[in-house]
């Protein structure tokens, strides 16, 4: 299997811009979850998709940021309007539903988002 | 609410010492999962290790060790003969058994091996 993947993997951009991060997940994986990590933090939830549904999303996730998965494969997150206070490193997860419940979540490498 | 406390900011330990993780969780789910995340320094988060909370029986993987005890909320990870290549940032995490899925990380450890 190959890995979850995202692009790109450093973003710098002015505040006020838009930007918008894709993520492969592995194949057959139908869940999959982005995350947002700051310096020194662990990561913080933002949402997650079960195939194209968004299921579930966090209050972290305002107005400006907006999360798609319309064939349940890649998922695309979009942030408008940005702000300094978005500088941060954004992950993507996915895992399966089948077989054991657990079902781990396994990360990509992440986009590095710089708003200057 | 969930929450997870890793009270341990940084370690530094010289190469081939033992060294041990804590983390400690707070849920009023009855059944959940535990898990521990290695954060190398290229960034990408690798999972170690998987823990339901009904599975009390501690785990060894080769130089890694996971102490579980339900009674203290804790679910503490060790590294025996600790290697250069163990530096990292190690992340514990909480994870409802049912409905939400979201991971809640604690702040992480991060860990120096010096040669």
């Known amino acids: 299997d190959t890995g979850v993947s995202q692009d790109p993997r450093h973003k710098i951009t002015k505040r006020g811009q838009n930007v918008t991060f894709r993520c492969d997940p592995i194949?057959?994986?139908?869940?999959l979850y982005w995350y947002r990590q700051t310096l020194g933090q662990g990561p913080e939830f933002l949402t997650y998709?079960?195939?194209?549904?968004?299921?579930?999303k966090s209050r972290l996730l305002s107005d400006r940021f907006s999360a798609e998965r319309p064939k349940g494969s890649f998922s695309t997150l979009e942030i408008q309007r940005t702000e300094q206070g978005d500088s941060a490193m954004y992950l993507c997860?996915?895992?399966?539903?089948?077989?054991?419940?657990?079902?781990?979540?396994?990360f990509g490498p992440g986009t590095r988002l710089t708003v200057t | 609410a969930q929450k997870v406390t890793q009270a341990q900011t940084e370690i530094s330990v010289v190469e081939k010492e033992d060294v041990t993780l804590d983390c400690v969780y707070e849920?009023?789910?009855?059944?959940?999962?535990l898990f521990w995340y290695k954060q190398p320094p290229s960034g990408e988060l690798v999972f170690l290790i998987r823990?339901?909370?009904?599975?009390?029986q501690n785990e060894i993987s080769g130089r890694y060790s996971w102490n579980f005890q339900k009674s203290t909320s804790s679910f503490n990870f060790t590294i025996t003969a600790s290697q250069v290549v163990d530096s990292a940032v190690y992340f514990c995490?909480?994870?409802?058994?049912?409905?939400?899925?979201?991971?809640?990380f604690g702040q992480g450890t991060r860990l120096t091996i010096n040669p």
């Open positions: 849920t009023r789910d009855t059944t959940y999962y």
């Open positions: 997860a996915s895992s399966s539903i089948r077989g054991d419940r657990g079902n781990e979540q396994y």
């Open positions: 995490a909480l994870r409802a058994f049912q409905g939400a899925q979201k991971l809640v």
């Open positions: 823990r339901n909370s009904f599975d009390e």
């Open positions: 998709f079960q195939n194209e549904a968004q299921l579930e």
């Open positions: 194949s057959e994986h139908n869940r």
